[in-house]
């Protein structure tokens, strides 16, 4: 089979360290009945030990090339190849509860991971590769410097935990950043219930809008300073300093306030 060149379209690094896959292979921990989809299978390097263990496995994939390469593997029986970008993927067309892993492209990651929370019900666990700034972002605690809308908004949805640090040199080509692989399950309720899920969102990204200025500013269209102290929110503190949760007991308040 001829070779693959990476495209930096597609923000394609190709993930080759056989110990890293192993690892990750572990991790999902896959059962012959399981409903797997992996995102993004690429060269197949994880496609591969994951159809071993499985009856079935889907893939979605957006490069016509590899989708071609997909087709011809010795495997190919065990696969459901969905051909298209993932940000317009329907998850729910496929049946059941789903594990979904994969090394997804960096350029598209904190958009794919914003639309599978939409989907969360549908999930039972999930296992990506991420640049490991993203991670550290993802799975942050307040007052400190990784910690933002992301953080809160997909600590609202899950559990989240960095599991393996992964060097450049595992990828063909090396990317210029560091990676990881990180477990995301889902946990409704975690840090409370937003009454209205929609406004919630609205405010934590309002909230960290300009990071330097003060809740009280950056919520001063949305929250009066008793509205933030009514809720245990200190008016001076940065978005950063407010636990996740207080984001959705301050979102619950106002609206309860504006009935």
């Known amino acids: 089979m001829t070779e693959h060149k990476a495209r930096k379209r597609f923000g394609q690094n190709f993930l080759q360290d056989t110990r890293i896959i192993t690892d990750i292979v572990n991790a999902v921990r896959p059962q012959a009945e399981d409903v797997v989809v992996e995102i993004g299978p690429g060269l197949a390097a994880i496609t591969e ?5 499985l009856n079935q496995l889907h893939v979605i994939e957006i490069d016509r090339d590899i989708v071609k390469r997909l087709k011809n593997l010795p495997f190919a029986d065990k696969l459901v190849i969905h051909e298209g970008d993932v940000l317009k993927f329907d998850f729910r067309s496929i049946a059941g509860k789903k594990k979904i892993v994969g090394n997804l492209p960096y350029n598209i990651s904190t958009p794919l991971l914003f639309c599978l929370s939409e989907v969360v019900d549908e999930v039972v666990d999930m296992h990506f590769m991420l640049q490991k700034e993203v991670v550290e972002r993802m799975v942050a605690e307040p007052k400190t410097n990784d910690y933002g809308r992301l953080s809160v908004m997909l600590q609202y949805f899950f559990e989240m935990e960095l599991l393996i640090e992964v060097p450049p040199e595992s990828f063909e080509p090396a990317p210029k950043v560091n990676s990881a692989v990180v477990r995301m399950i889902p946990n409704a309720g975690r840090i409370g219930v937003a009454h209205d899920y929609k406004h919630f969102a609205k ?7 300009q990071r330097r200025k003060t809740i009280r500013n950056n919520l001063k269209d949305l929250a009066n300073d008793d509205d933030l102290t009514a809720v245990g929110i200190n008016p001076q503190d940065r978005a950063e300093h407010i636990e996740a949760t207080q984001y959705v007991v301050l979102s619950n308040y106002l609206l ?3 009935t």
Request: proline share 7%; no cysteine.
């Open 49 to 53: 030990p994951l159809a071993k263990k």
């Open 203 to 209: 405010l934590v990204k309002t909230a960290f809008h």
């Open 256 to 258: 309860q306030q504006a």
